[in-house]
């Protein structure tokens, strides 16, 4: 069985409204946030390329290829302003099939398992809004989702790692600059 296990995480910052600094929490602390998610003032996006496992039939065609993957999208509320019916696009672009999505619904196309070859909306279901870290004391199971996706992907071999072209929050008067990539 070949497992690749080597994260890759496509991080996206959203500018709000009106910038604030992230209040610190005290008690029990969680694992350090990336340093992008320290120094964002809107909604945090991070999408995170956990394994992949060779399914069958094993061909010799990369491109021809099923390998089976998981990955993590994780939606924060960093600012001062409630998100309401959050929703993220993931621009796919390894001819994948999502067979779930636990945290999140599909918007706007069919049941699992779904054709997601040229993107797929992402809608917080049972958690659709992200409060905010003022009116929770930082609570992040109000101010943030996290999506476990297990699907197939096609043609992207390790060490290559299958990320999304995109991924971007689809929320109006949130303003969102391009996604960045970081090796972990």
């Known amino acids: 069985m070949n497992t690749d296990r080597r994260p890759l995480t496509l991080f996206m910052l959203f500018i709000t409204f009106i910038p604030q600094a992230l209040a610190q929490k005290h008690g029990n602390v969680p694992a350090a946030p990336p340093p992008s998610e320290l120094s964002c003032n809107g909604v945090f996006i991070s999408y995170v390329f956990n394994t992949r496992t060779k399914e069958y039939p094993r061909l010799r065609n990369a491109t021809a290829q099923s390998w089976a993957f998981n990955s993590t999208v994780t939606v924060t509320n960093t600012g001062t302003v409630e998100?309401?019916?959050?929703?993220?696009?993931?621009?796919?672009?390894?001819?994948?099939?999502?067979?779930?999505?636990?945290?999140?619904?599909?918007?706007?196309?069919?049941?699992?398992?779904?054709?997601?070859?040229?993107?797929?909306?992402?809608?917080?279901?049972?958690?659709?809004?992200?409060?905010?870290?003022?009116?929770?004391?930082?609570?992040?199971?109000?101010?943030?989702?996290?999506?476990?996706?297990?699907?197939?992907?096609?043609?992207?071999?390790?060490?290559?790692?299958?990320?999304?072209?995109?991924?971007?929050?689809?929320?109006?008067?949130?303003?969102?600059?391009?996604?960045?990539?970081?090796?972990?």
């Open 83 to 184: 998100v309401r019916a959050w929703k993220v696009f993931v621009g796919f672009q390894h001819k994948e099939i999502l067979v779930s999505a636990s945290g999140a619904v599909l918007d706007g196309t069919e049941d699992f398992p779904a054709d997601v070859r040229n993107g797929t909306y992402l809608a917080g279901y049972p958690q659709t809004d992200l409060k905010t870290s003022i009116d929770t004391a930082g609570d992040l199971n109000q101010i943030q989702a996290l999506i476990q996706l297990m699907g197939t992907q096609f043609g992207v071999k390790p060490p290559g790692v299958p990320m999304p072209k995109t991924i971007k929050l689809v929320v109006d008067g949130f303003k969102c600059p391009a996604p960045t990539s970081r090796s972990q």
